[in-house]
């Protein structure tokens, strides 16, 4: 029988093969969502995602965070689903250094994020969520560049 409009589904799974990639990434950029708030949008740092499936990578790394302090990460990318070049899941990690947030300790979060990469070169772009008045909801954007295949 042949598809019909209705059918469409524009994401496809990607198959699970093991890879090894290095990248690297000099922080984010992040568009608040409360532009009123004078938070601080430029986060620099210095990270590092490897990349060991075509669906999974694991990332740490430092940045200045939106509250103006020094946040670290840890946690693993996991990006089932693409539309063409683009892959579709999220990262689970822990951060730390948001002061509102258990007093700038440690803390778990689930984030949505869309990966492009192109040769040598990609992009993270990952929607925060917005928690009670502990965590600002932003469009992040991280850069990055692969050093190893």
């Known amino acids: 029988m042949p598809a019909t409009a209705g059918d469409a589904n524009p994401f496809e799974l990607v198959e699970d093969k093991p890879l090894s990639e290095l990248w690297i990434n000099p922080g984010f950029y992040s568009y608040h969502f ?4 004078n938070l601080n949008d430029r986060n620099p740092g210095i990270g590092a995602e490897y990349r060991f499936s075509t669906v999974a990578a694991a ?5 200045y965070n939106s509250d103006r302090k020094y946040s670290n990460y840890a946690g693993v ?5 693409a539309i063409g070049p683009v892959r579709f899941g999220a990262v689970v990690g ?3 250094g948001y002061p ?4 700038g300790g440690w803390f778990l979060a689930a984030i949505p994020v869309m990966s492009f990469e192109y040769q040598r070169v990609g992009a993270n772009i990952a929607v925060i969520p917005r ?3 502990r965590l ?6 991280q850069l990055k560049f692969k050093l190893t295949d």
Do not use: I
């Open 34 to 37: 409360d532009r009123e708030r």
């Open 59 to 63: 990332t740490a790394g430092r940045f």
């Open 77 to 81: 990318y996991y990006q089932p689903f």
């Open 94 to 96: 822990g951060f730390n």
């Open 100 to 103: 509102k947030m258990r007093d």
């Open 131 to 133: 928690y009670k008045d």
């Open 136 to 141: 600002y909801g932003a469009l992040s954007v």
